[in-house]
């Protein structure tokens, strides 16, 4: 890995390696939790999301999350079985953690969308957000808690 910063955005998302159960608050989430797994690839240089949801018409899904080597920016690959192919800018300091959404990438942009999440110690507690239009306001989509397991 190049630089320091790239190292050390590598090293904060150590906090997320394991298993987590993930609670949503949807209408009709009433079933098992998904499972989520985060897990180191490429020699370390990659943590790959994977997550099983056990709900009927709910994708699974897996993100893969990069970290550019010098300044330690990461960005978030997101697809699922739907075939959606999306990519987030990502922030994560080791407690707090947000993807962005605001321009078109492979999918189109008919919304903007937005996740914040806070680690607190074995949970983390966040929720989606979305704007439906450039100058719309942003509204709750859901909620999630992650419950780490292993």
Same mark, same amino acid.
């Given at each position: ?10 090293? #904060?998302? =150590? ?15 009433? =079933?098992?939790?998904? #499972? ?7 020699? =370390? ?6 997550? %099983? ?16 080597? !010098?300044?330690?920016?990461? *960005?978030?690959?997101?697809?699922? *079985?739907?075939?959606?192919? #999306? *990519? ?6 080791? !407690? !707090?953690?947000?993807?962005? #959404? ?18 607190? =110690?074995?949970?983390? /507690?966040?929720?989606? !957000? ?8 942003? %509204? /709750? ?7 780490? *397991?292993?």
């Amino acid at each position: 890995m190049g630089g320091s910063a790239g190292q050390e955005a590598l090293e #904060r998302l =150590g906090v997320l390696v394991g298993e987590w159960a993930v609670e949503a608050d949807l209408p009709g989430a009433d =079933g098992p939790p998904a #499972r989520c797994v985060f897990a180191w690839d490429l020699d =370390g240089r990659f943590l790959v999301q994977r997550t %099983e949801i056990p709900v009927e018409g709910a994708p699974d899904s897996m993100a893969i999350i990069a970290v550019d080597p !010098e300044s330690g920016a990461y *960005t978030y690959h997101y697809f699922d *079985t739907r075939g959606v192919v #999306r *990519t987030y800018a990502m922030s994560f300091d080791g !407690e !707090e953690w947000r993807l962005l #959404r605001e321009t078109p990438d492979f999918s189109a942009l008919s919304f903007r969308q937005r996740f914040f999440g806070r680690v607190e =110690g074995d949970v983390i /507690r966040g929720a989606w !957000e979305l704007a439906k239009g450039e100058s719309e306001p942003w %509204e /709750r989509d859901f909620g999630l808690v992650y419950r780490r *397991t292993r």
